[in-house]
């Protein structure tokens, strides 16, 4: 795993808090899972969509990290489209679309209990920005 990666990885308290963990890691991808807790499910006792997006915006921070430059998040769009449920392992699946510069599209793909061909949960598309490597850039 590049330096970038294993870094931030290491120090994403967040991600840790949540217990996710890194799957794997490879050039412009990353699958990361976590198992849904009972802190984690909201008042209709499904998963909350914010948790699933953290999942998937940090497999999607580790894909873009993949390459080694620091790269950041310019912004994301998630799609539900099934709930995740209490005690079910949820995976996001992140590949790079397109890398072009400084900027990055990547796609994560969230499914339940397997990380292939497990029921999709959610569907999210990630914009990632790498930054500049000193001021003058």
């Known amino acids: 795993m590049p330096d970038a990666a294993r870094d931030m990885w290491a120090?994403?308290?967040?991600?840790?808090t949540l217990g996710?963990?890194?799957?794997?890691?490879?050039?412009?991808?990353a699958r990361v899972s976590m198992v849904v807790r009972p802190d984690m499910v909201n008042g209709h006792d499904?998963?909350?969509?914010?948790?699933?997006?953290s999942l998937a915006d940090s497999a999607?921070?580790?894909?873009?990290?993949?390459?080694?430059?620091?790269?950041?998040a310019a912004g994301f769009s998630i799609d539900?489209?099934?709930?995740?449920?209490?005690?079910?392992?949820?995976?996001?699946?992140a590949s790079e679309v397109s890398l072009?510069?400084?900027?990055?599209?990547?796609?994560?793909?969230?499914?339940?209990?397997?990380?292939?061909?497990?029921e999709v949960i959610a569907e999210f598309r990630g914009r990632s920005r790498t930054l500049p490597t000193s001021a003058s850039a």
């Open 11 to 16: 120090a994403d308290a967040a991600s840790g």
């Open 20 to 29: 996710m963990e890194l799957v794997e890691v490879g050039p412009g991808s």
């Open 46 to 53: 499904l998963c909350h969509g914010g948790i699933i997006a």
């Open 60 to 72: 999607f921070a580790l894909a873009c990290n993949s390459h080694g430059p620091v790269t950041v």
């Open 80 to 93: 539900f489209l099934a709930p995740g449920r209490l005690g079910q392992t949820l995976y996001a699946d």
């Open 100 to 118: 072009r510069g400084r900027s990055g599209i990547y796609d994560v793909t969230v499914r339940a209990d397997d990380p292939v061909a497990g």
